[in-house]
């Protein structure tokens, strides 16, 4: 699957990765999050979240591999822009029917330029063409800006959660607040 769309003027190409994709992936998720989400953490958090928890390269393989798990790159000129995790066998309020937004990340430099609007129809479309009845994520609490983005596309916050202890010990307190908002399809 690859579409090609205008974002702020520019083609953006959208396909689905595949296991060939996974150094890239590992590569692009460990830089979208260190433009974005170091303050986030006490020393050394950071490095155990991107190297051991989240993108570690044989977790992002493992992944790929998953039926369940899809990836979505979004591109332009070849440069990767940012990315999008999709759950496919997701449940939410104990309702199986769901797809989870696992991830959505763009370098800071693409943020506001419709890509992730793109990213986001592309997901509710996922959502569509699977018959799932609800699209979900869940966001930071401190992020502000993503909720609002969400709920112009249709979300509604549905509930909130706080990151595990001791798993995220390594986290500022005041960020481990997550919001749930979901969009009935």
């Given at each position: 699957m690859r579409?090609?769309?205008?974002c702020n003027k520019t083609m953006v190409t959208?396909?689905?990765?595949?296991?060939?994709?996974?150094?890239?992936?590992t590569q692009l998720a460990r830089s979208i999050y260190?433009?974005?989400?170091?303050?986030?953490?006490?020393?050394?958090?950071?490095?155990?979240?991107?190297?051991e928890y989240a993108y570690?390269?044989?977790k992002i393989a493992a992944?790929?591999?998953?039926?369940?798990?899809e990836y979505f790159i979004a591109a332009a000129d070849d440069q990767p822009l940012g990315y999008l995790k999709l759950n496919t066998a997701a449940t939410l309020d104990e309702k199986p029917n769901a797809v989870e937004i696992e991830r959505i990340y763009l370098h800071k430099n693409t943020t506001g330029r419709g890509t992730g609007k793109q990213l986001m129809q592309l997901a509710l479309q996922r959502a569509k063409e699977l018959e799932k009845e609800i699209l979900f994520l869940k966001a930071m609490?401190?992020?502000?800006?993503?909720?609002?983005?969400?709920?112009?596309?249709?979300?509604t916050i549905c509930g909130s959660l706080q990151l595990p202890m001791p798993e995220f010990a390594?986290?500022?307190?005041?960020?481990r607040g997550m919001v749930v908002l979901k969009r009935n399809i």
């Open positions: 579409q090609k769309v205008i959208i396909y689905k990765a595949s296991a060939a994709d996974a150094a890239l992936l260190q433009e974005h989400y170091l303050h986030l953490w006490h020393p050394g958090g950071a490095d155990w979240y991107m190297n570690a390269a044989h992944e790929l591999a998953d039926p369940a798990v609490d401190s992020s502000l800006d993503a909720i609002v983005f969400y709920q112009k596309l249709g979300y390594l986290m500022k307190e005041e960020y």
